[in-house]
């Protein structure tokens, strides 16, 4: 009696042991972004009651990288390397009359800017093992590795003697600089729009998730906390603007057990 008494604590003790023990997955990860970006420089110029208005939307992109999952019981860190597509579609214009002359500028510009992303979470999961519902949360850093800004200018004015309607379209290659007078490679100079970020971005990732088995998807949000606009150049008339990605991201990962899984 007293062996098997023994013998059935041995068990228990080491399927407790066996359950505790430290998983390693890796997998590929695939999803799409609703990205955008706050410009307060912007906003509140457009709301001070001047002839200037400002408006911005969400552009949608994608990501796809490579995610591992090192867990224990409820926990798990989660670190993964992607490529992701943020940006933000931007839409101005400003209206002038002078002696019953009407002069009208609109720009329409869509900037999409590629990086690559290192985001760092920490994951709990409801279920046994980190099944189930989760909730998720951890910094990343990123590094700009390209991007294109497409952009329509539209000018207009009714003036009797010098009448004239202008548009332009086009798109601009991203260049990465802390200031807009460092060397452009793209000759930026030539087109309406400039397009140009800071090459680091750093920030917050959180959000909730699911997990099932090897499969887990997650919703979350990026909170941009590095200033993405570079500096005007010294002696510009107006004050340095500044710039926060804010992206939504839905993730699909598949994860392949290497180690405790």
């Known amino acids: 009696m007293r062996l098997f008494i023994y013998l059935l604590c041995i068990s ?5 042991v066996a359950r505790a023990q430290t998983s390693v997955s890796v997998g590929p990860r695939l999803g799409g972004n609703l990205a955008s970006a706050t410009f307060h420089t912007l906003d509140q110029a457009s709301g001070a009651g001047t ?9 949608a992109g994608y990501q796809v990288g490579v995610a591992a999952t ?15 597509q943020k940006g933000v579609k931007q839409q101005a214009s400003e209206v002038a009359s002078f002696s019953g002359v009407d002069y009208r500028e609109e720009l329409r510009v869509s900037s999409r ?7 760092l ?5 409801f279920g046994a093992d980190g099944d189930g519902v989760q909730l998720f949360a951890g910094p990343y850093l990123a590094v700009g590795v390209g991007g294109q800004a497409r952009f329509t200018v539209e000018a207009s004015s009714n003036d009797p003697a010098r009448p004239f309607n202008y548009s332009e379209s086009g798109s601009q290659a991203f260049a990465f600089g802390n200031t807009f007078d460092e060397p452009d490679p793209n000759g930026a100079a030539t087109v ?16 909730v998730g699911y997990r099932h088995g090897p499969f887990q998807v997650q919703l979350g949000y990026g909170l941009g906390l590095v200033n ?6 010294a002696g510009y008339h107006e004050p340095n603007a500044t710039g926060y990605h804010r992206t939504a991201q839905l993730t699909a990962t598949y994860y392949f057990p290497l180690a405790g899984r």
């Open 51 to 59: 002839n200037y208005s400002y408006a911005r939307s969400a552009l």
């Open 121 to 125: 979470n920490v994951v709990y999961g």
């Open 192 to 207: 309406p729009v400039e397009a140009r970020a800071r090459r680091f971005d750093a920030g917050i990732n959180a959000g």
């Open 113 to 119: 800017v590629h990086y690559l992303e290192l985001p």
């Open 70 to 84: 090192i867990g224990r019981g409820h926990w798990a860190v989660q670190p993964a390397v992607v490529f992701t």
């Open 228 to 233: 993405a606009q570079p500096d005007y150049p």
């Open 12 to 16: 228990c003790l080491s399927l407790g």
